[in-house]
């Protein structure tokens, strides 16, 4: 079990007020917030270790260097990959699939191919595959949900074809926190021959991931998710895929010989690497990574189902809320609509009782669509959340209605 008033002391920023109300961050599905350590971790970097990396032979670059490639074997073992060279830093979840799909996608799926993707998936998984789609002429397959935002499996078992060439497919849905059951989707699709990309922005900050396990080819997620800074993200790959691919970006760093006439490339992970990486970010991320491992992500996933059913239980009794996504296998993200009442009425209305949640379409049009819904509501909790939180959502539910009433 987490101290609960142990771990919030390390987030300063939950003390803060908003007008005269407590702070209650209920939009971690966004943006987790930032401990103190990582701070520190951050700090001691740029007060006593900032330089550029590799190539050069001076004291700071070395030890630089040292602890960007150490972030690298960090991240190798959070998730489970075979070697650390599978690990490519990113700016975020949305630059990762988009070197897939440039590296991977633009050499090897051609004009009459097909991808397939659900209707979960946030933009991040669905737009680079358009303009992949406008590109080279493939088209898009799309797997179904029902009405508790849980994937048709039957339906997505049909999609294979000869030309499926490769599956796009969210850990865990931004939107409605659907748990998607991907290790046995994956299996589906390596037993037509297909790879499989996971976007794992929702699931690596909540659950144990183990690539390996999963046996997934590409898993993607971003740093500010899981208590990390901004602008640094992860793309997991197969050595073999990544091997085969072609670069996303030219550039210093990322090249084995250059002349007037051609270029080669360095091995990976330099290979998608191009210019000056985000080096305090991915320290910050490594940083963020051992204070999650430290609570244990077990207790944090426990902690976080928890609050999940206290609030689906004390929501589900409210006269005029609606509960959108009430899969059987849920992260803790709860979507939710008030009778006659705009989402984004909801949103402002609970910020004046200090109440911090995400209103709009989250960057998820197409399952908005298959809802019937313009948009949501959505409470996303983080360890350090408490039921007492979940209550003071409850109270704002109530004040707003009454605006309303």
Excluded at 214 to 220: G, I, M, N, S
Excluded at 385 to 397: F, H, Q, R, S, Y
Aim: include cysteine; hydrophobic fraction near 45%; aromatic fraction near 6%.
């Amino acid at each position: 079990m987490l101290d609960i008033e142990r771990v919030r002391a390390d987030f300063p920023i939950l003390a803060l007020t908003v007008g005269s109300k407590p702070l209650v961050y209920l939009d971690n599905a966004a943006s987790s917030q930032m401990p103190i350590p990582v701070m520190e971790r951050l700090l001691r970097y740029q007060r006593q270790e900032h330089a550029n990396i590799h190539r050069a032979v001076h004291y700071l670059s070395e030890t630089a260097t040292a602890a960007y490639e150490a972030a690298r074997c960090t991240v190798q073992q959070f998730i489970h990959a075979r070697e650390a060279r599978e690990v490519i830093f990113t700016s975020g979840t949305t630059e990762s699939i988009n070197l897939v799909m440039h590296g991977w996608g633009r050499k090897f799926i051609n004009a009459g191919d097909e991808i397939i993707i659900t209707v979960l998936e946030h933009h991040s998984n669905i737009v680079p595959w358009h303009m992949l789609c406008a590109e080279k002429g493939a088209t898009l397959k799309v797997v179904p949900i029902n009405d508790a935002g849980e994937l048709q499996l039957d339906v997505y078992e049909t999609l294979f074809s000869d030309r499926t060439r490769l599956v796009c497919l969210g850990h865990v849905s931004n939107a409605l926190g659907s748990i998607n059951p991907v290790k046995d989707m994956i299996a589906t699709a390596h037993a037509h021959g297909v790879p499989v990309l996971l976007d794992g922005a929702q699931a690596a900050p909540h659950l144990h991931v183990d690539v390996q396990d999963l046996d997934c080819d590409f898993y993607a997620f971003s740093g500010h998710k899981l208590c990390g800074p901004t602008g640094i993200g992860v793309l997991y790959g197969r050595a073999e895929l990544l091997e085969a691919m072609q670069p996303f970006k030219g550039g210093g760093d990322m090249i084995h010989t250059v002349t007037l006439e051609k270029s080669t490339y360095a091995p990976i992970p330099n290979k998608f690497e191009a210019g000056t990486p985000p080096i305090a970010a991915a320290i910050g991320l490594a940083a963020a990574i051992d204070y999650l491992q430290s609570l244990g992500m077990d207790a944090i996933a426990a902690h976080e189902h928890s609050l999940l059913q206290y609030a689906t239980e004390r929501l589900s009794a409210m006269p005029g809320v609606r509960l959108i996504g009430t899969a059987r296998e849920k992260a803790a993200v709860l979507s939710f609509a008030l009778q006659g009442i705009h989402p984004h009425d909801v949103g402002t209305l609970l910020n004046a009782e200090g109440v911090a949640v995400r209103t709009g379409h989250h960057c998820a049009q197409p399952l908005m669509q298959r809802l019937g819904v313009a948009a949501t509501a959505r409470a996303s909790f983080a360890f350090y959340n408490t039921p007492a939180e979940v209550d003071a959502l409850v109270a704002g539910i109530r004040s707003v209605q009454q605006v309303f009433a």
